[in-house]
T-cell receptor, first 109, second 114 residues
Framework: GQNIDQPTEMTATEGAIVQINCTYQ??????LFWYQQHAGEAPTFLSY??LDGLEEKGRFSSFLSRSKGYSYLLLKELQMKDSASYLC??????????WGAGTKLIIKP | DAGITQSPRYKITETGRQVTLMCHQT?????MFWYRQDLGHGLRLIYY???????DKGEVPDGYVVSRSKTENFPLTLESATRSQTSVYFC?????????????FGDGTRLSIL
């Protein structure tokens, strides 16, 4: 079957760095997406990886290892506004997104 | 402003009633999607559409009906609502599948079925 695993909740301190991991098993693979979702709001797109390696976009970076079925989202210089859920989604061979349940990130001052 | 809008934002109804959730996008995106989001689960695809008059089932289509007579609209109907359909429903759109085309989401409809 198809499956996405990510931690349910993480806590970090303002100004610090946090890494949110995601492992996936899909029928075929056409890329890995990360979305941010604040409580009560819509998911918003953060990053997309289809090749191995690190993609950096400001304070956020995303890494992919296709051979390991593994990705992570790295958030630097954490701000209180980064408190949100982070959703990992892998695109399968039919170009459908398989979503993880999300990681709730709590930022403490 | 261009974007994707859902209505209503909140809805309370009773079991057995029919309810329709509306989704409208102004980007002229080809693809539109309906998801439900429940605590402890990832977003689950209900139905999607590749173009006007082309729809297909997703992971959890039972109890739902969709139509797409115009590119910009993609309504979702619960023909006879059940309590298990209490959820947050998100509509999304994208210009294409694959490549680096992210899906863009509406603000969601919070549906409670009593």
């Amino acid at each position: 079957g198809q499956n996405i695993d990510q931690p349910t909740e993480m806590t970090a301190t303002e100004g610090a760095i946090v890494q949110i991991n995601c492992t996936y098993q899909t029928s075929g693979f056409n890329g890995l997406f990360w979305y941010q979702q604040h409580a009560g709001e819509a998911p918003t797109f953060l990053s997309y990886n289809v090749l191995d390696g690190l993609e950096e976009k400001g304070r956020f970076s995303s890494f992919l290892s296709r051979s390991k079925g593994y990705s992570y989202l790295l958030l630097k210089e954490l701000q209180m506004k980064d408190s949100a859920s982070y959703l990992c989604a892998a695109m399968d061979s039919n170009y459908q997104l398989i979503w993880g349940a999300g990681t709730k990130l709590i930022i403490k001052p | 402003d261009a974007g994707i809008t859902q209505s209503p934002r909140y809805k309370i109804t009773e079991t057995g009633r029919q309810v329709t959730l509306m989704c409208h996008q102004t980007w002229s995106h080809s693809y539109m999607f309906w998801y439900r989001q429940d605590l402890g689960h990832g977003l689950r695809l209900i139905y999607y559409s590749a173009a006007a008059d082309i729809t297909d089932k997703g992971e959890v289509p039972d109890g739902y009906v969709v139509s797409r007579s115009k590119t910009e609209n993609f309504p979702l109907t619960l023909e006879s609502a059940t309590r298990s359909q209490t959820s947050v429903y998100f509509c999304a759109s994208s210009p294409d599948l694959g490549s680096a085309q992210p899906q863009h989401f509406g603000d969601g409809t919070r549906l409670s079925i009593l």
